[in-house]
C-alpha cells in the first residue's frame, strides 16, 4: 500500500495542470475575493475578519480540489485502461487500495493549504499565534481526507466520459452550499438549514472556530466523521461492485 502511496504522489507532482489548479488556483481565488476586502471588516454575526474568512475557505477550497478532482478522474480512467483490474491479481486487498487512493490524495492537499496561509499572511496581513496556524493546518487537512473517501467513490460509480461532469456538479455544489465561496449566513433561512448538514459547511466550521481562538465544534466534528464513514463505505462497496464485473 505504501508503494501505490508514493506512486500517487509522484504522478500528481509531475502534472502542472494539477500544480496549477490545486496550488495556484485557490490562492489566486483568494487575492480575488478576499484581497480586496477590508482587513476590519466583519462576517455577519461573528467576530471573524472577512479575509480571515476567506483564507480558511479558500485553504479548504483548494485541499478539496486536490483530494476530490484528481481521486475521481484518475481512477475512472484507470479502470478503464485496466489498470485497477492489475493490481486485483496482486497482493494489495480491496481496502488497502481504497486507503491508498484517499491517503495519498491527502498528502497532495497539504501544499495548497501552505501556499493559501502564506499568501494571506503576506498580502492581507492575516495574523494568528503559533498554536492556531498548526491548528488550522492539521484541521484543514485531516477534514480534507472526508471527500478523498468521496473522490474514490465517484471514480467507481462514473464512466471516464462521465466522470468530469458529474464530479463538478458535486464539486461546486458542496463548495458554494457549504460556504467555500462566501457565508452561508448570506443565504435566506431556509437554505442555510439545509447548508449546516453539508459536509463542506462542517469542514470550513473547523477553521472558522480555530480562528476565534476555540476548538472544533463537536458537532462539526461529529459531521465530519459520519460523512467519512458514508463515503469510505460507499467506495469499498463500489470497488467491490466492480471487482464483480471484471
Known amino acids: 500500500m ?3 502511496i508514493k506512486l500517487e504522489i509522484v504522478r500528481a507532482l509531475r502534472n502542472k495542470k494539477y500544480l496549477f489548479f490545486t496550488i495556484m488556483y485557490p490562492a489566486a481565488l483568494f487575492l480575488m475575493l478576499g484581497g480586496t476586502l477590508d482587513g476590519t471588516t466583519k462576517v455577519m454575526g461573528t467576530e471573524l475578519t472577512m479575509p480571515a474568512f476567506y483564507m480558511v475557505a479558500m485553504a479548504s ?12 478522474e484518475r481512477i475512472a480512467k484507470e479502470r478503464e485502461k ?5 493490481l486485483r491479481l496482486t497482493a494489495l486487498p480491496g481496502r488497502g487500495y481504497v486507503l491508498a487512493k484517499t491517503a495519498g490524495a ?3 492537499s497539504l501544499p495548497a493549504i501552505l501556499v ?8 492581507k496581513g492575516v495574523r494568528f499565534d503559533a498554536w492556531q496556524w498548526l491548528a488550522l493546518t492539521g484541521s484543514i487537512w485531516a477534514g480534507s481526507l472526508v471527500f478523498a473517501a468521496l473522490g474514490v467513490a465517484l471514480g467507481y460509480l462514473a464512466s471516464g466520459d462521465n466522470v468530469r461532469p458529474i464530479t463538478m456538479l458535486v464539486y461546486f455544489s458542496l463548495s458554494i452550499l457549504g460556504g467555500l465561496w462566501m457565508p452561508t449566513a ?10 449546516e ?23 462539526d466534528v461529529a459531521l465530519l466523521a459520519v460523512y467519512f464513514v458514508l463515503f469510505t463505505g460507499a467506495a469499498a462497496w463500489l470497488y467491490r461492485k466492480d471487482s464483480l464485473k471484471a
Open 82 to 86: 485496466g489498470w485497477v483490474r492489475q
Open 61 to 72: 477550497f483548494g485541499a478539496l480540489t486536490a483530494v476530490l478532482m484528481g481521486n475521481s
Open 116 to 123: 493559501v496561509f502564506a499568501v494571506a499572511a503576506a498580502v
Open 197 to 219: 448538514w453539508l459536509p463542506t459547511h462542517a469542514y470550513a466550521g473547523l477553521g472558522q472556530a480555530i480562528e476565534l481562538g476555540g476548538a472544533p465544534r463537536a458537532g
Open 186 to 195: 448570506n443565504f435566506p433561512q431556509w437554505l442555510q438549514n439545509i447548508c
Open 106 to 108: 491527502g498528502v497532495l
Open 2 to 4: 505504501n508503494a501505490l
